[in-house]
């Protein structure tokens, strides 16, 4: 990879530890509303907006079966909804509910819960520059997204 250095490798996985670290810590102590892994694919089906079942797995990095078995149990649970895709007759998309929307507000919530008592306890400066990294994370993934668009 021309121009990048050690140094950036190092602070590359330095920076994706400690973002793993941190969301298994908030995971953990979080009073979820559902269990992390769906919670985790209500978040992606928000993401896509709506989506097939194939794009979600692969996204998820899972195999078609076990996606659609997660996805049943979210439909069962009136959180997702599948509809015919009007572009394949073969397939469906998925998306979310009202239901399935709140529940993702209020797992991330709960999570906030945990993270905001250590947020509380940073000084404006540091708070300050959270709230730059936040910035700048959310600038790295578009400008991810659209490199591997263009790949």
């Given at each position: ?58 996204a998820d990095h899972c195999s078609q079966p ?20 009007d572009t394949d007759a073969r397939a469906s998309l998925v998306a979310l ?55």
């Open positions: 990879m021309e121009g990048v250095t050690r140094s950036d490798d190092d602070l590359g996985i330095r920076f994706l530890s400690a973002v793993a670290r941190l969301n298994r810590w908030v995971n953990k102590h979080a009073d979820l509303p559902v269990p992390h892994a769906q919670a985790r694919l209500l978040s992606l089906v928000e993401e896509f907006g709506t989506a097939r079942i194939g794009e979600l797995a692969a076990t996606m659609t078995t997660q996805v049943q149990r979210l439909e069962a649970a009136g959180l997702l909804r599948r509809t015919a895709d509910t009202p239901a399935g929307a709140a529940a993702l507000e209020d797992a991330r919530r709960a999570r906030a819960a945990v993270f905001g008592p250590v947020l509380d306890e940073l000084d404006p400066a540091d708070r300050e520059a959270m709230s730059r990294m936040v910035a700048l994370t959310d600038d790295l993934l578009r400008r991810g997204r659209e490199a591997r668009e263009t790949d």
